[in-house]
Every structure is written in C-alpha cells, then in structure tokens.
C-alpha cells in the first residue's frame, strides 16, 4: 500500500500569519486517467472530519478561499493564507489514487497563536 | 442537506459481534458509494470499507485487517448503510464513520459512533 507522510505533525502559527502543511506519497498519485487524486480534510476538536479540497486544488463548497492545495506527483501542501482561530484543527492528506484502500496520511495539529 | 447518523455503537467483549446502521438522507442514496472510516481514540483516520451502489454492482473493498470479519451491506430501500463487524479485536476500538463518496473519496461524514471492545 501507498504511505502517506506529513510534515510537521504539529505547528503554531499566530493569527494572521500563513500556515503550511506538506504530504508526502510512497508513489505518484497520477492515476491512469490523467487526474491525481489528492484530498485534504480537517478536523476540529470534538467533530468529524470535513473535506476541504480534492483533486489536488479544488476547494469544496463552502471552503474559504484562504485555504488552497498544490502539488504534484508525490509531493503535496496545503496552504492557509491567513489563519484564523477556527482554523485549529487536525488536517489529514488522503490518496485515492491506488485505492483499495484510502490511505490517510498521520495527521497534522495547527495551534493558532 | 446531506445527512448521515450513525448507531449500533457500544461496549463489546473480545470476539463479539455487532452490526452499525447509518440512515441516510439528503441525496440519492440508491446512486451512492459509501465508505466506512474509523478513528481509534486519540489516533488518525483509516478507511475500513466500501460499497458500490447496485448499479456499478455492489462491489464492496475492504481495509486487510478486517476482511473476512466485517462486511459492508446496504438497503436502498431504507435508505440505511450497515457494517457488520464480526470476531471482534482490541484493536477495533475506535469511533465509526459513515460516509458518501464523492469525487474520489469520503466528502460526507456522519457524527460518528463509538465501539469499544474491552472484557
């Protein structure tokens, strides 16, 4: 199976000031059709998780637009321009490239200073 | 809206059994493929299974540890997902998700519901 790797597994950043989160795949996530297949959640204490971005860069409905996803092959961040205090949470990179299964990568803790 | 509630949670002893129901509604469910995540206490998320709708076949895929103890079924007319967890372990101790997959992966989850397997 596919290993999914983040970095760092916890971060404080200050309210205001960008946050930076990166994932790392054991193999390239480009499947067969062309897509690469990339998703982020987050999760705030005490909730389920909710999914932010798939497909790489595509921003659910309802995501603000501070947060953005980039990348290719294996390597993959995702970016909060501008944290806010709702913003604390565990975000979690999944690929769905190589599935059965879904993996998750081991999740990353954004403190807001 | 998007709805999914979880139940069937509870305390079970090594080796036992226990079914979790998921009723859905808010979308087509009959079209839906739905997934299976769960979260030991304290720890990260791990797909558990999935289920195709009947159209694409009902296929279902399971994560290693648990096949041929879980099964994933469906019941279009109820609107209702099922995992049937048998021969339970420790190590399935975690809250369960429910959850639609749409664009290549779970993008609704439930609230969860919690098994603990403990003598």
């Known amino acids: 199976d596919v290993v999914m790797t983040q970095s760092p597994l916890s971060l404080s950043v200050t309210l205001g000031q960008p946050a930076s989160i990166s994932c790392r795949s054991s193999?390239?996530?480009?499947?067969?059709?062309?897509?690469?297949?990339l998703t982020w959640y987050q999760q705030r204490p005490g909730q389920s998780p909710r999914r932010l971005i798939y497909?790489?860069?595509n921003r659910d409905s309802g995501v603000p637009d501070r947060f953005s996803g980039s990348g290719s092959g294996t390597d993959f961040t995702l970016k909060i321009s501008r944290v806010e205090a709702e913003d604390a949470a565990v975000y979690y990179c999944?690929?769905?490239?190589?599935?059965?299964?879904?993996?998750f990568g081991q999740g990353t803790k954004l403190q807001i200073k | 809206e998007v709805l999914l509630v979880e139940s069937g949670g509870g305390l079970v002893k090594p080796g036992g059994s226990l079914r979790l129901s998921c009723a859905a509604s808010?979308?087509?469910?009959?079209?839906?493929?739905m997934s299976w995540v769960r979260q030991a206490p304290g720890k990260g998320l791990e797909w558990v299974g999935r289920?195709?709708?009947?159209?694409?076949?009902?296929?279902?895929d399971y994560l290693a540890p648990v096949k041929g103890r879980f099964t994933i079924s469906r019941d279009d007319s109820k609107n209702t997902l099922y995992l049937q967890m048998n021969s339970l372990k420790s190590e399935d101790t975690a809250v369960y998700y429910c959850?639609?997959?749409?664009?290549w992966g779970p993008g609704y989850w439930g609230q969860g519901t919690l098994v603990t397997v403990s003598s």
């Open positions: 808010g979308f087509t469910f009959r079209n839906a493929w």
């Open positions: 497909k790489v860069s």
């Open positions: 959850t639609v997959d749409n664009n």
């Open positions: 289920i195709e709708s009947k159209t694409d076949g009902e296929t279902t």
């Open positions: 193999q390239s996530l480009v499947y067969s059709d062309g897509n690469t297949y």
């Open positions: 999944m690929e769905a490239t190589h599935w059965p299964p879904y993996t």
